[in-house]
């Protein structure tokens, strides 16, 4: 079945660069998506990738994807507070539902 | 611009008692519709999805239910609540490119 894993914590000084990993068991997944959660807040849409695609950048976020080891990282540059949340990985499957699987999410904290 | 409206923001309620959250979605036709949980400090766990009105697909089996009587409105149901339906409801859309946009959520604390 699907299953997408994501490490818990993240702890980074501002200014420095956040990686966040994840991985995903479905080799059909077709858009892989990051998604960011601030306290009491819904998801927002950070980025996504499209499954034949190795590297997007997107100003201060990159998001890199090894099909073959089926990873998936997001890069935050030159991170500030404002970046403290929960990040989540997200896959879809190529049906008809559009349904993403979400990861646990990681949560970022920036320290000043 | 399409946006999407969820409420109430919070809500706390008895145990045994109904539910009823709504979610509208404006500036799209025919929308794939979705409802999230998220427990404390968990992931996401998809409760139901639409493709269309009066088309529900449930994900896990549960003491909750979903309608959608109109192409934009969705709504999420319990006759009877249970301590463990305390949570955090996502209520969300599909865009292009089969990205998902939520709403802000509606806290459910049931006591």
């Known amino acids: 079945g699907e299953d997408v894993e994501q490490s818990l914590f993240l702890s980074v000084r501002e200014g420095d660069s956040s990686v966040i990993n994840c991985t995903y068991t479905d080799s059909s997944s077709t858009y892989l998506y990051w998604y960011k959660q601030e306290p009491g807040a819904g998801l927002q849409l950070l980025t996504y990738?499209?499954?034949?695609?190795d590297m997007k950048q997107d100003q201060r976020l990159t998001v890199l994807l090894n099909k073959k080891d089926k990873h998936l990282s997001l890069r935050i540059a030159d991170t500030q507070t404002g970046d403290s949340a929960i990040y989540f990985c997200?896959?879809?499957?190529?049906?008809?539902?559009?349904?993403?699987?979400f990861g646990s999410g990681t949560r970022l904290l920036v320290r000043p | 611009s399409q946006t999407i409206h969820q409420w109430p923001a919070t809500l706390v309620q008895p145990v045994g008692s109904p539910l009823s959250l709504e979610c509208t979605v404006e500036?799209?036709?025919?929308?794939?519709l979705y409802w999230y949980r998220q427990a404390a400090g968990r992931g996401l766990q998809l409760l139901f999805y639409s493709v269309g009105i009066g088309q529900i697909s449930s994900e896990v089996p549960q003491n909750l239910s979903a309608s959608r009587p109109q192409d934009r409105q969705f709504i999420l149901s319990s006759k009877k609540l249970l301590l463990s339906d305390s949570g955090f409801y996502l209520c969300?859309?599909?865009?292009?490119?089969?990205?998902?946009?939520f709403g802000n959520g509606t806290r459910l604390t049931v006591t």
């Open positions: 500036g799209t036709s025919n929308p794939n």
């Open positions: 997200a896959e879809t499957l190529m049906d008809s539902s559009y349904k993403l699987i």
């Open positions: 990738i499209f499954s034949n695609m």
């Open positions: 969300a859309w599909s865009g292009m490119e089969r990205t998902l946009h």
